[in-house]
């Protein structure tokens, strides 16, 4: 089972209808599941949609919510549907499960609900895909926040993490500056350097090299949705998780 999470804008949905195409282009079951009670349009048609049974709009006029209020408690709620959930994924005997998160992150990685969600659900693998923009880790201070984010998902769920930088195609030189500050924190803190302010160089600079201790932010795969390019490395990566391969933390 794959989870999808990162930040709204990230690429989830996308990410998640292209690997659902490359899995039955090869002849493969895969089915896509949407958790995100609050989404208007998807680029894909889900297997299993909790939006049939969870209206955002009757939630609201039923508890008297605004949207915000309503989104989260409509979340909360999936959870109460897992066993349901469940048995509709498990009617389609599938090999692969893309679970496609609510867009924004903190309602499904920070709330009781979405570990609830990870821990309980059954399959025989689980692995996170946390996808970074590189159009809002443009700056060594986004990066690094970005990459605290997905660390910080990561430990919540206690699941094999892969970091994914999205947007390959329309941000080459941006995925590429982001993946050279990855693998060698010399190069980030050169591009910290020009910060005029030394206290936020030093935090930085030192919150960056414990990560790569952690051994997080140092494997990060490239992707394009729209082009499918890095998507084989990808899935052979989740597929290495899959045979019980070393835990992958980043």
């Known amino acids: 089972m794959i989870f999808m999470a990162g930040t709204a804008g990230s690429g989830k949905s996308l990410l998640t209808h292209s690997m659902k195409e490359w899995y039955v282009s090869r002849g493969e079951d895969a089915i896509a599941v949407n958790l995100d009670p609050g989404v208007v349009a998807l680029p894909y048609e889900p297997d299993v949609d909790v939006r049939r049974t969870l209206d955002l709009r009757d939630i609201m006029e039923r508890y008297g919510l605004g949207p915000n209020g309503a989104l989260i408690l409509a979340t909360d709620m999936v959870a109460t549907q897992l066993a349901s959930i469940q048995e509709e994924v498990d009617s389609y005997k599938p090999e692969y499960v893309i679970v496609d998160t609510p867009g924004q992150t903190e309602l499904f990685a920070f709330r009781e609900s979405g570990e609830y969600i990870v821990r309980e659900t059954k399959a025989d693998s689980k692995v996170l895909l946390f996808l970074l923009d590189p159009l809002l880790a443009h700056t060594p201070a986004n990066f690094l926040s970005l990459a605290l984010l997905s660390a910080s998902v990561g430990l919540r769920m206690k699941v094999p993490r892969i970091s994914v930088l999205t947007k390959r195609d329309i941000a080459r030189e941006g995925v590429k500056r982001i ?50 390019e890095g998507l084989i490395a990808l899935i052979g990566e989740i597929a290495r998780i899959g045979r019980g391969g070393e835990e992958l933390t980043d």
């Open 179 to 228: 993946r050279e500050w990855s693998k060698d924190a010399a190069i980030f803190e050169d591009a910290l350097s020009s910060t005029k302010d030394s206290d936020q160089y030093s935090l930085y600079s030192e919150l960056f090299r414990t990560l790569k201790k952690l051994t997080f932010g140092t494997d990060l795969y490239p992707v394009s949705s729209t082009t499918q």
